[in-house]
Each structure stands twice: as structure tokens, then as C-alpha cells.
């Protein structure tokens, strides 16, 4: 298996253009959660899916973040438009049996 | 909620030796992980072990549920086991991952 798949690994991008991060699960899990990590804050939850629903979305920053799951395969987190403060490494896992697992990780920068 | 608390917050070791990282947690738990987060800030899945114990190699993790506590074995250290070492839990009917502040280890060569 391929573990969880993100992609862009970095991002660089100008204040105000939207960005959009993309996630690929580990195929058979039924999970798929959004975090965001910062030196300041550490790592937060930002969305929880199940089943490609959202379940939980109360850690979804302002109205300027938004994620979709249209299939059990692909799950994206679009920020439009973005901020310095936006500027994190965020990260997907999908939960399974043995746990969660996490992709590597997409490192923005706003600039 | 739960809380977790890892200790040491900080460890310093040379390259050869053993460390034990400890992970507390306030209450019943039915998922409980290691983590660790390498310099390149990737999260790798050590250990699922909500209790018991398991090994991997160097590695190997003891959860004794009923004392509400994990430990984290790290045998000959080498200086790529540098990085930070998280342990997180979450309880029946809540997804939602709790994390400890974690243990960053240093391994000098």
C-alpha cells in the first residue's frame, strides 16, 4: 500500500490566489480527516469526514478554507483566498484498523 | 475530554544508547498511538497499541490500560531516530485524535 498520498508536497503562492490541497486515502478506509500544523498551535483538526461526509467541520478556520471528499478516493482543501497567516504544513490521515496514518504533509507558504 | 502528557519534554542522548518515553492519559482510551515526526515534519505511525505490548525492530511500546499509561522503548538509539515523538489517544464514540505535547529527542553522534 501506498500510504496516504498528498500532493503538492510545497506550495508557494501569493496572498489572495486560492490554493487547493488534495489527499488520497488509504483505499478501504473510511475516515478521512484535515489537520494543520503550526509552531504556534501545534497540530489542529480542521474537517473530519466518514464515509466521504462531513462530519465535523468546527475546525475549519473562517470561510476561507473549504474541503470536499467526492469520492472515497480523493479529498480536497481549497483556501480562497489565502493569507500569510494561512501558512502551515497540512496534513491528511485516513483511519483505519490500525490506526491513523498520515501523508507527508503539503508545506504552504503565503506570501 | 482526555488529556495527554508525555515526558521528558526533552531528551538528549548519544548515539548507542536506550531511552524510555512515557505517555500518561486521564482516562479510558480505545485507540492509542505513537508517532514520530522526523526533521522533514513527516508523521510516521510507530505503534497502534491501545495496550499491550508490541515490538518493531529497535522499537517496541507497552500500553498498561488499566494504569492509563504507554511507554515508548527506543533501543540503540541512532542519530535518524532524532525528532519528535507524539503520543495521541481518542476514546469510544470520539474520532477525534488527542495529542500530547510530545518528547523531542536529540541523538548526538
Known amino acids: 500500500d501506498a500510504g496516504v498520498i498528498q500532493s503538492p508536497r510545497h506550495e508557494v503562492t501569493e496572498m489572495g490566489q486560492e490554493v487547493t490541497l488534495r489527499c488520497k486515502p488509504i483505499?478501504?478506509?473510511?475516515?478521512l480527516f484535515w489537520y494543520r500544523q503550526t509552531m504556534m498551535r501545534g497540530l489542529e483538526l480542521l474537517i473530519y469526514f466518514n464515509n466521504n461526509v462531513p462530519i465535523d467541520d468546527s475546525g475549519m478556520p473562517e470561510d476561507r478554507f473549504s474541503a470536499k471528499m467526492p469520492n472515497a478516493s480523493f479529498s480536497t482543501l481549497k483556501i480562497q483566498p489565502s493569507e500569510p497567516r494561512d501558512s502551515a504544513v497540512y496534513f491528511c490521515a485516513s483511519l483505519g484498523l490500525d490506526g491513523y496514518t498520515f501523508g507527508s504533509g503539503t508545506r504552504l507558504t503565503v506570501v | 475530554g482526555i488529556q495527554v502528557e508525555q515526558s521528558p519534554p526533552d531528551l538528549i542522548l548519544q548515539e548507542g544508547a536506550n531511552s524510555t518515553l512515557r505517555c500518561n492519559f486521564s482516562d479510558s482510551v480505545n485507540n492509542l498511538q505513537w508517532f514520530h515526526q522526523n526533521p522533514w515534519g513527516q508523521l510516521i505511525n510507530l505503534f497502534y497499541i491501545p495496550s499491550g505490548t508490541k515490538q518493531n525492530g529497535r522499537l517496541s511500546a507497552t500500553t498498561v490500560a488499566t494504569e492509563r499509561y504507554s511507554l515508548l522503548y527506543i533501543s540503540s538509539s541512532q542519530t535518524t531516530d532524532s525528532g519528535v515523538y507524539f503520543c495521541?489517544?481518542?476514546?469510544?464514540?470520539?474520532?477525534?485524535?488527542?495529542w500530547g505535547a510530545g518528547t523531542k529527542l536529540i541523538i548526538k553522534p
Open positions: 495521541a489517544a481518542s476514546q469510544d464514540s470520539n474520532y477525534q485524535l488527542i
Open positions: 483505499s478501504g478506509h473510511n475516515s
